[in-house]
């Protein structure tokens, strides 16, 4: 039972939403304790932090997948200090009764997808974005919703601003996959459409894309800004724990997320995004929730080839 709930746990594991769905982890299982390290070949151009917020999302999923089975999750992040690269462990701890909240969330892992175009005119309760907000100072990440359509505007200029100068962006290109592909890996070309969508955020350009009719959805949503009071790699593993906390609680209500990382690639960009909308804390993620009836593909490496 303890073995099957640690293979449930790396495979649900897998699913953590990635930057280019580069899944940029291995896990290593020592007795019942179970290691999440970060993939040095595959960390992004952009350097470590959107590849820890991706492990923090996967060592979430962990997490709870242990809880769902009946352990409670003894965690210790960047533990070791001689091994930088393994970001946090996690053994069975005392057995526990799961409960109702953490299987609906459990439900979630596979069936969460990230988004990238409009969403539908349903509106998001302001009462479940209180939720999310609170939910994500949980794991201490700050969702900070983006209210005032002035904030808005300069979130979507910046990224339309980091968007037009890294038009043909190899690394985007890099992680594309063909209509077809086989790969585990990468963006599926059918994960978003071939027509960029006008949501006033522009999406990343990945090259394939399959035809949509998205005049039925043309909200932006709900735009917000996840943040940290500073910017540690402990902040950004802390960052995924939140993320895929929201994500999966928002799922559970049919709410999905599109992101805009682009602008936080820059490093002047992310600077200014700092000093002028998140009054001088650390922008970590910039993304809109909303509503969408749309069902994409996710793909994934198998356990073989993450598993140490
Ligand atoms: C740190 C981070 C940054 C991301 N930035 C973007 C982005 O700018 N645009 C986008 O479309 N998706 C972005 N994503 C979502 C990933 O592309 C997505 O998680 C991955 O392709 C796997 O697909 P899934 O989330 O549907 O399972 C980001 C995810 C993470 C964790």
Redesign the pocket.
């Known amino acids: 039972m303890r073995d099957q709930a640690i293979k449930s746990a790396i495979e649900a594991a897998t699913?953590a939403?990635?930057?280019?769905?580069s899944q940029p982890w291995t896990f290593v299982v020592t007795g019942e304790e179970i290691g999440v390290r970060a993939d040095a070949d595959r960390k992004p151009r952009e350097g470590e932090r959107?590849a820890l917020?991706?492990c923090g999302?996967a060592l979430f999923n962990i997490r709870i997948v242990l809880r769902h089975s009946g352990w409670a999750p003894i965690t210790r992040i960047l533990p070791d200090p001689d091994r930088p690269n393994l970001l946090a462990t996690v053994r069975l701890g005392e057995a526990v009764t799961p409960d109702e909240s953490t299987r609906r969330l459990v439900d979630e892992i596979e069936r969460?997808?990230?988004h990238?175009a409009g969403f539908t005119n349903l509106p998001i309760p302001d009462r479940l974005v209180e939720t999310l907000v609170g939910q994500a100072a949980e794991e201490g990440g700050r969702l900070v919703p983006i209210a005032d359509p002035r904030a808005a505007r300069v979130l979507a200029a910046l990224t339309q601003a980091a968007q037009a100068a890294r038009a043909e962006d190899p690394e985007v290109r890099r992680w594309s996959r063909p209509p077809g592909s086989p790969r585990g890996d990468g963006?599926p070309a059918d994960?978003y459409p071939a027509e960029p969508a006008d949501t006033g955020f522009p999406?990343?350009e990945y090259v394939w894309g399959i035809d949509t009719d998205q005049s039925v959805a043309t909200a932006t949503g709900v735009v917000a800004v996840m943040t940290t009071p500073t910017d540690s790699r402990q902040e950004w593993i802390a960052t995924?724990q939140a993320?895929q906390r929201i994500l999966l609680h928002a799922s559970v209500v049919g709410v999905s997320a599109?992101?805009?990382?682009?602008a936080l690639e820059m490093p002047h960009l992310r600077e200014f995004l700092r000093e002028e909308v998140c009054a001088g804390a650390y922008p970590q993620?910039i993304m809109r929730l909303g509503v969408t009836f749309e069902e994409?593909r996710?793909v994934r490496r198998p356990l073989s080839e993450v598993l140490d």
């Open positions: 699913w939403p990635s930057v280019h769905n959107e917020i991706g999302a969460r997808r990230t990238r963006v994960a999406q990343r995924g993320l599109a992101f805009h990382t682009q993620m994409t996710g």
